[in-house]
């Protein structure tokens, strides 16, 4: 079983709020041809259940494995919540593969895969006198994005009230920054920063909903409640700003030079 790196979980939470772990090292599978290791089984906050793949590198294998958990999940999803003892049996469980280092060539075959029940994160550390941390970027989207079509489709089935308080936030939203996206999904709409989520809204029955991504749920409820959730959503994007920038020094810094070897007898 793959050890966690420190810090982990705490980053997961961000990308998948109120995470839970409920089991480890589950083997999901019948016959011997189609069993495959997941390393972490967790329930979010709105009870769907992950299940968590941890490795090096997406090889060839590591493909194939991840079709056939996919394939496995989603027919016989039920089983595993039984199993943990947890997670929404009526859902598929998502799946998480977590990859050390993701060249463009397996991105580009993973976004072939790329659903609801996938997130695809890679792994990136940042390391300092002061500190050590770790940090999972997404590489995939999470969620096929839906065209500009299906967003106003998803507002158009609220009242006008509710309506104009989510047009409102959307709106603040995108004074933030211009690269803050917004993308619909099945169950309401999601804004992102290069692909990292901020904050989503659901809108299904009863009042709006907005999780900020490793936050908290707050309803949006009334116009006040616009101005606590845009503090959240600020914050959110500050902090993943800030990481992205300390990445991008972490990868322009040079490489130290390996020392000469010594010449052999």
Not at 71 to 97: D, E, I, Q
Not at 105 to 127: F, M, N, P
Request: net charge negative; proline share 6%; glycine share 8%.
């Amino acid at each position: 079983m793959t050890r966690p790196p420190e810090g982990l979980f705490d980053r997961l939470r961000e990308i998948l709020p109120g995470f839970t772990l409920l089991d480890e090292g589950v083997t999901v599978g019948g016959d011997l041809a189609a069993q495959v290791r997941v390393d972490w089984v967790g329930r979010t906050a709105e009870g769907e259940l992950a299940a968590i793949r941890h490795i090096p590198a997406a090889d060839a294998q590591t493909l194939t494995e991840l079709l056939d958990l996919l394939a496995l999940l989603r027919s016989h999803g039920s089983l595993l919540a039984r199993h943990v003892g947890g997670g929404n049996p009526s859902r598929p469980p998502k799946v998480v593969l977590i990859v050390d280092a993701l060249d463009e060539q397996a991105a580009r075959r993973l976004s072939v895969l790329e659903g609801d029940d996938l997130r695809v994160l890679e792994v990136r550390a940042i390391q300092s006198r002061r500190r050590s941390c770790t940090y999972l970027v997404p590489r995939l989207s999470g969620g096929t994005p839906l065209p500009t079509q299906a967003i106003e489709e998803r507002l158009s089935e609220l009242d006008l009230v509710l309506r104009r308080r989510v047009d409102a936030l959307s709106d603040r939203l995108r004074r933030v920054d211009e690269e803050l996206t917004v993308a619909a999904l099945e169950e309401g709409l999601e804004w992102r920063w290069r692909g990292r989520p901020i904050c989503s809204v659901s809108l299904g029955d009863g009042t709006p909903e907005v999780t900020v991504a490793g936050r908290e749920t707050r309803g949006l409820g009334d116009d006040d409640s616009i101005e606590g959730i845009l503090d959240l959503a600020i914050a959110r994007w500050l902090e993943v700003s800030e990481e992205s920038e300390g990445l991008d020094e972490t990868a322009r810094m040079p490489r130290p030079l390996q020392p000469p070897r010594a010449p052999r007898d």
